[in-house]
């Protein structure tokens, strides 16, 4: 089930996939794609989100990146526990 902040997204990336031909739907719907997994995660897990975010937006010292690798970390957790609970549904 979408989120409801999400769904003009999803909804945007199924017409995207109703109009474009297949060889070009990859390319040409990509944009809508990677926004619609980028709300899932932000609505999931928004504070880990947003830390990831902070911290790996660009290059940096080499603090800077171990902190980035952490908030990775951070955020794959946080969304582990929402797939597990979904599926011990």
């Given at each position: 089930m979408?989120?409801?902040?999400?769904?003009?997204l999803q909804e945007a990336l199924l017409q995207c996939h109703r109009r474009m031909p297949e060889?070009?739907?990859?390319?040409?719907?990509r944009?809508?794609?990677?926004?619609?997994?980028?709300?899932?995660?932000a609505?999931?897990?928004p504070e880990e989100f947003e830390v990831v975010r902070s911290?790996?937006?660009?290059g940096g010292t080499s603090l800077k990146r171990k902190q980035c690798e952490e908030a990775q970390f951070s955020l794959s957790l946080c969304l582990s526990?929402?797939?597990?609970?979904y599926e011990q549904r």
């Open positions: 979408p989120m409801r902040s999400c769904d003009r060889p070009a739907r990859r390319s040409g719907c944009h809508l794609n990677k926004a619609l997994a980028e709300c899932f995660v609505e999931a897990c911290f790996c937006s660009s526990r929402h797939q597990r609970q």
